[in-house]
């Protein structure tokens, strides 16, 4: 069954340091997310992707953050200074995009540790 | 008032029962709903989507009332493989493709 992938399965960085989170979304799938979840919080959405552009985006994502496909597989969040507030665990999901917002199916989560 | 409302649990019921789990939603224009599954520092699962004439997939049978904007999922002969949060998800307005997130409802069940 094909699923999303993501690495580093846990990250640690210091604060102000620039964090590059990975996914290899489901490979027929033509939307892209992510979305994140401070422990013991709900999940968040952060940002939809779409045609090498961002479709969506919360209050969240803010010019900290940005998203790129870089090739035709994988599809990175980049954090460029990181805060303590960003330790989370970041969800990438994929869907189809045949009806919004789609059946969409999670990766395993990077943890983001910020110290 | 939040725009996905779960009642946080926990439900500790014994193998075999039956549970059922209810959701409040604030958007109106919200077009799509979900169950999601998520065990302890997992992934959210898609459990099933949820239908207006409502809908079933073995043991589970998920529930949506437009008028009151309430969504309900009912788990059958529970199993101790079914302990988990369960996340009640809509959709933001009409065709967008953020999903909005419930805190859950947390699901015990002891042999």
């Known amino acids: 069954e094909p699923e999303v992938t993501q690495t580093p399965s846990h990250q640690v960085t210091q604060m102000g340091q620039e964090v590059i989170l990975r996914c290899v979304p489901i490979?027929?799938?033509?939307?892209f997310y992510w979305y994140r979840q401070i422990l013991g919080q709900k999940v968040e959405f952060l940002v939809s992707?779409?045609?090498?552009?961002?479709?969506?985006k919360s209050e969240i994502f803010d010019d900290q953050f940005s998203v790129e496909r870089p090739d035709g597989s994988n599809f990175t969040l980049k954090i460029r200074s990181t805060k303590l507030e960003d330790s989370a665990m970041y969800f990438c999901?994929?869907?189809?995009?045949?009806?919004?917002?789609?059946?969409?199916?999670f990766g395993p989560g990077t943890r983001l540790t910020v110290t | 008032r939040k725009e996905v409302e779960q009642d946080p649990g926990p439900f500790n019921v014994p193998e075999g029962a039956t549970v059922a789990f209810n959701c409040t939603y604030s958007?109106?224009?919200?077009?799509?709903f979900f169950w999601y599954r998520q065990d302890c520092r997992k992934e959210p699962k898609l459990l099933m989507s949820?239908?207006?004439s409502g809908n079933e997939d073995g043991r589970f049978t998920a529930q949506l009332n437009r008028a009151s904007q309430y969504i309900s999922l009912l788990i059958r002969d529970s199993k101790l493989s079914d302990s988990a949060t369960y996340l009640c998800v809509v959709n933001g307005r009409d065709s967008s493709y953020k999903l909005i997130f419930g805190s859950g409802t947390r699901l015990l069940v002891r042999p």
């Open positions: 490979s027929n799938h033509l939307y």
């Open positions: 992707f779409y045609n090498n552009e961002i479709s969506e």
């Open positions: 958007n109106s224009a919200s077009q799509s």
């Open positions: 999901a994929s869907s189809s995009g045949e009806r919004a917002p789609g059946e969409q199916y």
């Open positions: 949820v239908y207006s």
